[in-house]
């Protein structure tokens, strides 16, 4: 199994760019969570999704930033438009919505605003 | 979910085991202990997890007090591998649900050659 795929890896942009990560989660996981790692804030939820349904995006710092999953094999995060702060690294991870919910992270993707 | 209280940093020697300890005085009936861990520019990583029981697989054994307000994460033979930042975490489990993970500061665990 590839694990999970998070593209791209690094991203520079200048501030009030439009930015979009994307996630493909491991097959046959049915949950997909974003977290945003800064050095300020640790590891924070941003959102996550169960079978392709949003339910808790209460983490999501504002309106600059929306996360879609169209189908099961695909999520996007996305950033419009962006700024300095958003810089941090961003993970994507799956889990199956079983009794262990072991989750999995991908490797991430450095994001610097400029 | 409860929160958690670890050492902001721990040393331990190449070969020897390494035990992590971790706070969780209001933990719930229905809260499980996990751990993850994080090694340098990777995302987190799960090592186990359990409710009150111990538990031990292939990466580490989970040592939980019978009151359940304390765990030990043990590493019974630490190698140079195994520095990274550690986080306890409490997970209320809420049946069929899958719910996000809440992270603290994690312990830095550091081996020395």
């Known amino acids: 199994d590839a694990g999970v795929i998070q593209s791209p890896r690094h991203e520079v942009t200048e501030m009030g760019q439009e930015v979009t990560l994307r996630c493909k989660p491991i097959?046959?996981?049915?949950?997909l969570f974003w977290y945003r790692q800064t050095m300020m804030r640790g590891l924070e939820l941003l959102i996550y999704f169960n079978n392709n349904v949003p339910i808790d995006d209460s983490g999501m710092p504002e309106d600059r930033f929306s996360a879609k999953m169209p189908n099961a094999s695909f999520s996007t995060l996305k950033i419009q438009p962006s700024e300095p702060r958003d810089s941090a690294v961003y993970f994507c991870?799956?889990?199956?919505?079983?009794?262990?919910?072991?989750?999995?992270f991908g490797p991430g993707t450095r994001l610097l605003v400029l | 979910d409860a929160k958690t209280t670890q050492p902001p940093s721990m040393d331990c020697a190449e070969g020897r085991a390494a035990n992590l300890p971790c706070n969780h005085s209001?933990?719930?009936?229905?809260?499980?202990v996990y751990w993850y861990r994080q090694i340098h520019s990777q995302g987190p990583q799960y090592i186990i997890h359990g409710l009150k029981n111990n538990e031990t697989n292939e990466m580490a054994s989970l040592i939980i007090t019978e009151d359940r307000k304390s765990s030990t994460l043990i590493l019974p033979h630490a190698t140079l591998r195994d520095t990274a930042v550690y986080y306890c975490i409490v997970l209320y489990y809420s049946g069929g649900g899958a719910d996000g993970l809440t992270f603290g500061k994690g312990t830095h665990l550091i081996i020395q050659p």
């Open positions: 097959s046959g996981h049915n949950s």
């Open positions: 209001t933990i719930s009936g229905n809260e499980y």
């Open positions: 991870a799956s889990t199956l919505r079983d009794r262990v919910k072991t989750q999995y």
